[in-house]
């Protein structure tokens, strides 16, 4: 617990977040890692959605309650939230019909083939629009992104970021 | 000093979509790019397989039978396959450039943000500017 407070949450996330990006590209190409691996990825990928969701969990609350309360007050924060909420959809399509139609995760489900088709379809649409959703997804913090990558990747020479650049802007 | 470090980001966003703009242009000329809204036609198919079930289930139910898994695959709609088994669980390398798009895919998402953004914020900062002053009654 101690040492999870000293790690720095804007870090953790930035780091965090390069890893799940790179699994993500890595996983949308089913014919690079193979079935097995795109499998297993898939499933480690839906493991990390939730962790990424549970780092952010604090800003999901406070922007849901706002967007309760005030539902036109909102700019900015209201598109990043509506997006999110598309990301999360998508990507859960995603993952929902790929355990459905697996079949090298050790369980093969009985499923009609007219289920089964329906599923492998939904699976190939769901994860193309979810590569450009999350392009979107990671393209609306990307002063974030800059910051935090200047600050904890390349702190060092000109590219390095100004202090509080990177904690200042909010990412989700 | 503000200004000074928004011109600096503004500089490296533009860097940032040339490069994009470059690499595109790359993926384009060596015959790699593919189009990321190809997930559309998974979508269409789906909507034509369906209106065939709905027509002639009989005929088409068979043939899904005869066939198995790889039917949709077979129609080539999109860049995965599931109808292959265990077969080819080794990573296939020279498949690298197909994980290189899809990061481009990315880059090019947010290069096409950044310019909509700092041409939006350009346009509404002129139109605020130029706006008369408001006469008091």
């Given at each position: 617990m101690v040492l999870f407070r000293k790690i720095n949450r804007n870090k953790l996330n930035l780091l965090f977040d390069i890893v799940i990006s790179l699994a993500f590209v890595v996983e949308m190409e089913a014919h690079f890692t193979g079935l097995h691996y795109h499998e297993v990825l898939g499933v480690a990928i839906a493991v990390a959605f939730l962790v990424h969701l549970l780092l952010h969990w604090r800003w999901v609350v406070g922007i849901t309650k706002q967007f309760i309360h005030a539902p036109f007050r909102l700019q900015e924060a209201r598109f990043k939230y509506l997006l999110n909420v598309a990301v999360l959809i998508v990507v859960a399509v995603a993952i929902v019909t790929g355990i459905l139609i697996s079949?090298?995760?050790g369980f093969t489900l009985p499923l009609d083939p007219q289920v089964y088709n329906d599923a492998l379809y939904l699976h190939l649409g769901s994860s193309g629009l979810s590569l450009l959703l999350v392009g979107l997804h990671i393209a609306v913090d990307w002063k974030w992104v800059v910051a935090s990558t200047k600050k904890y990747l390349f702190s060092f020479g000109p590219l390095q970021a100004r202090p509080s650049a990177a904690d200042n802007e909010q990412s989700n | 000093m503000a200004h000074q470090h928004k011109r600096t980001t503004l500089y490296g966003a533009l860097i940032f979509v040339t490069l994009v703009a470059i690499a595109g242009l790359g993926f384009s000329a060596t015959g790699r790019?593919?189009?990321?809204?190809?997930?559309l036609q998974a979508f269409q198919e789906l909507q034509h397989y369906n209106q065939q079930v709905a027509t002639a289930p009989r005929q088409v139910g068979s043939h899904i039978h005869n066939s198995g898994s790889g039917t949709p695959a077979s129609h080539g709609s999109?860049?995965?396959?599931?109808?292959?088994?265990?077969?080819?669980?080794?990573?296939?390398?020279?498949?690298?450039g197909a994980v290189l798009f899809d990061i481009w895919v990315l880059f090019a998402v947010t290069a096409c943000y950044i310019l909509v953004q700092q041409t939006l914020g350009f346009l509404i900062h002129r139109f605020r500017s130029r706006r008369p002053p408001e006469i008091l009654a």
């Open positions: 079949s090298t995760l | 790019f593919s189009n990321p809204f190809g997930f999109a860049n995965h396959s599931h109808g292959g088994g265990r077969a080819g669980d080794r990573i296939a390398w020279p498949l690298l």
